[in-house]
């Protein structure tokens, strides 16, 4: 019973044997390409123009001329006055302020 | 021929991908939008909707004056998207999305719509977490997992992100994050808060600028996550209400230029993302309905068995007859260990006229000396050079002098009753085969407690349901008999297949005859006590019972009595035996996937059920056999080695039918414990 005289069926399984594996290789090859990322790109600068439109920030670096650090480097958050909370929600352009918690520690800029 | 082994590794390859894709989408499908509970009062928002952060500090923009930004978060839907996205287009406005990454790859052309449309794309990671509370790794992955399905879906890449729940302060982690991944994150001057559904009203007037204000600001509301009409609805008043602003994406409001085309890496990746998550939604529907209908078939059986079990219990027992002279055959090759204790079982029996004959098949260890060492008159040996286990049986079956035949392992024990009592059905005459009850001997340790409980229910509840069946599948060669006229009508034992005794029980039904169980009648055999050996007894088994099964398979389309061993015993044959055991692998991927992924009470519930079950079943089983139920302990851990060696054994002996091998009678080392049963018994 069973027995494969020929020899095609067992030829016949190998075949759809591999057929399944090449997808399940394929298929895990996906995965695990879909789940890839590519490396940080560098932070888009703000415009420096733009009418009512730029927060009052003195210490703006010019913007492509600056590389952005991985955010690894403040592993805490700013301190409280980072960010100004109860600023009203009013849309008065040009009204909001932020401080800068990275004065105190400065990191010297990369530049390209 | 080779033993087939490349089918292990293909099992474990499509075991990790299907757990690896069941995973994908327990991840995709915790995603929602925003709603549940309120979040905190928006005192906490920080300030500026366009937040550039980078370790000198953050800078911020709003939009320029004169116009107002529409954003949208938590979409694509189908439902409601569409409809923004007419409205948009019907008043020339434009408006800006951000999305969850697993919609994007569930609605690709809607997302490829948002953009031929001139509207803008955010990123609003790719599950909807609440992505403070995560570690950054999990940050970064659901921003990276979106950019890709926005790639994979629109060919273009995006450089604004909003976070999740983005008006409480968790969020500005995130932000932290995303600015290291070189995202400009996009708050919001205006949170309608529409996702609360307070109200079409209440919507436009958090949305509408204040009288007077240069800038409409950055409005958030939202097209996925639920109920969605009232802001489609918000969005046609403000369309039509609000006057004197361009209605205007993010970029364009603060001034930026628009996101560029994506790279092809980050194309390939997104349209690999979308068809890994389109294919893992599929799999984890399919295998949802794998449970459902094999739990489905394992409660219908469980409660058929039990059933019938019941009505086989309550019936009359047989008589104590006599019913014609007996002769008991014992086949033996290389049974030394356990034939003394087999013969002097046998011959203590107290059924009045009994012959027993020992066919030595040709044994090199010395059991025919031992039988002859015996000195029992009653006792005739027949000897044989090695020809096979049916071909010994043929053998004694010719010698036999009497009409009814017992047959017997040359490992087996028999109770002192055991034949008188095996041979009661014959006085039926339509009953041309009988089942004694098989016991393990050997029931120390968890093996032999396994084998023991496995042995008490498929006896008591199987066997029971196949008598009242009228569809015996086997009578086991521990402990059967046959009347000489049913085993002539088969045509002798057949050596065709590797269980002798499936194969014969088969064609003794189909040949017309009935096969009954009488449970009373007792032996005990040895059962393997090592994995290595149940594995290669198991696959002898199995392999033997698909090729009797497809030797007779046209018994499935007989009349009478072997029309239901075709439709009924064939049919539970291939159902439970093989095709159940077959899909068992992904069952135990999907209890993995439970583990990591379903809630913990949900998984202990469904366990705890099954157990329980079993366990109840295996108690019946056991007291109908009058057997002690401390053993029922080991039932739950039956789940760990035991079901998974039961079903690989289905999957090399399918695989083995397949590729049509020559297989090799794989022969059992006996130790003599049953023997050692007959000295304390």
């Not at chain 2, 409660?299 to 104590?320: C, K, M, S």
Request: charged content about 20%; overall charge positive; proline content about 7%.
């Amino acid at each position: 019973m069973f027995v494969d005289h020929t020899g095609r069926r067992r030829r016949l399984f190998t075949v759809l044997g591999a057929g399944l594996g090449v997808l399940l290789i394929a298929g895990g090859a996906l995965l695990i390409a879909g789940l890839l990322g590519s490396s940080p790109v560098p932070l888009p600068g703000l415009p420096a123009s733009g009418q009512g439109g730029r927060a009052e920030v003195p210490a703006l670096r010019p913007e492509t001329g600056v590389s952005s650090r991985p955010p690894v480097v403040r592993t805490t958050p700013p301190p409280k006055g980072a960010t100004p909370a109860a600023a009203p929600t009013t849309d008065q352009p040009g009204n909001r302020r932020t401080s800068h918690p990275g004065n105190g520690n400065p990191k010297p800029s990369r530049s390209k | 021929m080779r033993t087939p082994r490349a089918h292990w590794l293909l099992l474990l390859l499509g075991g990790l991908v299907l757990l690896a894709e069941l995973c994908l989408n327990g991840y995709v499908e915790q995603s929602g939008g925003e709603g549940g509970q309120p979040v905190p009062p928006a005192a906490a928002t920080p300030t500026g909707p366009v937040l550039r952060v980078d370790p000198d500090g953050v800078t911020t923009a709003a939009v320029t004056a004169g116009a107002i930004a529409l954003t949208y978060d938590d979409g694509p839907d189908p439902r409601w998207t569409p409809r923004i996205l007419d409205l948009l287009r019907e008043h020339h406005a434009h408006a800006t999305f951000f999305v969850v990454g697993s919609q994007v790859n569930r609605y690709p052309e809607l997302t490829r719509r948002i953009v031929a449309e001139g509207h803008e794309l955010g990123v609003h990671t790719f599950t909807h977490p609440d992505l403070g509370a995560e570690p950054a790794w999990r940050q970064r992955l659901e921003l990276t997992l979106t950019q890709n399905a926005i790639a994979g879906a629109t060919g273009r890449t995006v450089r604004i992100m909003r976070p999740p729940y983005s008006s409480t302060t968790a969020a500005m982690a995130t932000v932290r994050t995303a600015a290291g991944e070189g995202y400009l994150a996009v708050l919001t001057d205006r949170d309608t808060e529409d996702w609360r559904r307070a109200g079409v009203d209440a919507i436009v007037d958090a949305a509408r600028p204040e009288p007077g204000a240069a800038s409409g600001g950055i409005v958030m509301l939202h097209d996925g996550g639920g109920d969605r009409s009232q802001t489609v609805e918000a969005t046609r008043r403000l369309l039509t209400e609000v006057r004197g602003y361009r209605f205007v994406t993010v970029s364009e409001g603060v001034g930026l230029p628009a996101a560029g085309a994506a790279g092809t890496g980050a194309v390939v990746r997104g349209v690999a993302l979308r068809w890994t998550q389109t294919a893992a939604r599929w799999l984890a529907a399919a295998m949802w309905w794998l449970i459902v209908l094999s739990t489905g078939l394992a409660l219908v059986r469980l409660a058929v068995q039990v059933l019938a079990a019941r009505r086989h219990a309550r019936r009359a027992p047989y008589g104590r007859r006599y019913l014609g002279r007996v002769s008991v055959i014992v086949p033996a090759f290389n049974e030394a260990a356990n034939i003394a204790a087999t013969v002097r079982s046998l011959v203590a029996n107290d059924y009045p006229d009994t012959e027993i004959i020992v066919v030595d098949d040709g044994s090199t260890d010395g059991t025919a000396g031992i039988v002859r060492g015996l000195g029992l008159p009653s006792v005739h040996l027949l000897q044989q050079t090695n020809a096979g286990k049916p071909a010994a049986l043929n053998t004694g079956v010719a010698a036999a002098r009497g009409d009814l035949l017992v047959l017997v392992d040359g490992d087996t024990v028999f109770a002192p009753d055991a034949i008188g009592r095996l041979v009661q059905p014959f006085a039926d005459p339509g009953v041309g085969a009988v089942s004694g009850n098989t016991k393990v001997a050997n029931r120390s340790g968890l093996l032999g407690r396994w084998q023991h409980l496995e042995y008490v229910i498929g006896f008591n509840l199987d066997r029971r349901m196949f008598d009242l069946g009228e569809c015996m599948p086997t009578i086991p060669g521990a402990i059967g008999a046959f009347r000489r006229e049913a085993l002539a009508d088969a045509g002798g034992v057949p050596a065709d297949t590797l269980a002798e005794d499936t194969d014969l029980t088969m064609a003794v039904l189909r040949a017309g005859w009935r096969a009954v169980y009488a449970a009373d009648a007792v032996a005990w055999t040895e059962a393997p006590s090592s994995l290595r050996q149940l594995w290669r007894q198991r696959y002898r088994w199995c392999y033997g019972t698909m090729q009797a099964a497809w030797k007779h398979r046209r018994a499935l389309r007989e009349r009478g009595p072997g029309g239901r061993l075709g439709r009924r015993g064939l049919v539970y044959l291939a159902l439970f035996q093989m095709l159940l055991p077959l899909t068992a692998p992904l069952v135990d991927v999907y209890a993995v996937y439970g583990l990591i992924f379903l809630p913990l009470w949900q998984v202990a519930a469904v366990w705890c059920g099954f157990t329980a079950l079993q366990v109840l079943a295996a108690a019946y089983a056991l007291r109908l056999d009058r057997e002690p139920v401390r053993s029922l302990w080991t039932v739950p851990l039956q789940q760990v080695v035991y079901r998974q060696l039961l079903y690989l054994v289905v999957v090399q002996s399918s695989v083995a039918a397949l590729l049509g091998g020559r297989q090799r009678w794989q022969a059992m080392a006996r130790t003599g414990q049953a023997a050692a049963v007959a000295t304390t018994r």
